[in-house]
């Protein structure tokens, strides 16, 4: 212990810890929380107790269930997007193909593609008028709608262009 300039005896806090943790008490006042007598039960000294084992598997247990939860989600969101990306580039394509060739009005359904995607393409004049009341020819409606099975049941998407067909020119 050293005595500091007001006269109080002091002892530097590391010294204190290690005569408490070495069994010196020597030097550690009496009455301090270093010196407190043992309890008399018996601790356990690093086993773990039954339940402190099923609570730590319970939490696990939960844990694990969450997080395949959460990734049957994330993949069944990523399925539903890749799905929706596929059948809008299938009806861009297919819409540009029917501007091409478009010949006569009509419906035409495709078979079911290898996703299971079934393809309805209408093609039909539109009965438009100028401003004088004479008829636009030449004019037509496109629309192709698609229709699958998803994960959340039936679904279907569609798209519509008009399309000027120029009498003119054959194909």
């Known amino acids: 212990m050293k005595e500091n300039d007001t006269g109080v005896r ?11 943790v070495s069994g010196d008490r020597e030097g550690v006042e009496s009455g301090s929380p270093l010196t407190a007598a043992p309890t008399g039960r018996n601790q356990p000294t690093g086993a773990f107790t039954l339940l402190e084992m099923m609570l730590a598997i319970a939490i696990f247990s939960i844990t694990v269930v969450g997080m395949v939860t959460g990734m049957n989600q994330t993949i069944r969101s990523s399925s539903m997007v890749a799905m929706s990306a596929y059948v809008r580039q299938q009806l861009d394509s297919r819409l540009l193909e029917a501007r091409l060739r478009l010949r006569s ?27 004088k009341g004479h008829e636009l020819q030449s004019l037509y409606r496109l629309q192709l709608t698609a229709k699958w099975v998803g994960p959340e049941g039936p679904q279907s998407a569609t798209v519509e262009e008009y399309v000027f067909k120029d009498p003119t020119t054959a194909r």
Do not use: C, H, M, Q
Not at 109 to 129: F, H, Q
């Open 10 to 20: 002091s002892r530097n806090i590391f010294s204190l810890v290690g005569a408490a």
């Open 105 to 131: 009005e009509g419906t035409t359904t495709s078979p079911a593609d290898g996703r299971g995607v079934i393809y309805t393409t209408v093609a039909e004049p539109l009965k438009l008028r100028d401003s």
